[in-house]
């Protein structure tokens, strides 16, 4: 019914960027917010950023706040989120949610010191 693919992860320094994808395809018309998740080995899944399709607001959690920004494209029904200035705890394998209901299968990202 909804399928999420994400893309763009990769190994990095500590204090590079890395650019993710998120690409949905499916029953997108009931997409009313699109979210990006991350959970590292042994820990729980933790918020990191949120972004609403009709009006665009933006919500982030404050360990990423003016790191990372979130951004959609509405016609390609793409959602991406740039990671800059990465930490080696932002370590984590990524994952795209749309309405917290559907999620992909993650891309892992990992920051080396």
């Known amino acids: 019914q909804v399928q999420l693919v994400e893309s763009g992860g990769g190994l990095v320094q500590a204090g590079g960027s890395l650019r993710l994808s998120c690409a949905a395809s499916?029953?997108?018309?009931?997409?009313?917010?699109m979210g990006w998740f991350r959970q590292a080995p042994g820990k729980e899944r933790e918020f990191v950023a949120s972004i609403r399709w009709s009006g665009g607001s933006t919500y982030y959690a404050d360990s990423v706040k003016g790191r990372f920004t979130i951004s959609r494209d509405n016609a390609k029904n793409t959602v991406y989120l740039q990671m800059n200035s990465l930490k080696p705890e932002d370590t984590a394998v990524y994952y795209c949610?749309?309405?917290?209901?559907?999620w992909g299968q993650g891309t892992q990202v990992t920051v080396s010191s």
């Open positions: 949610s749309m309405n917290y209901d559907y």
């Open positions: 499916g029953r997108t018309f009931s997409a009313y917010a």
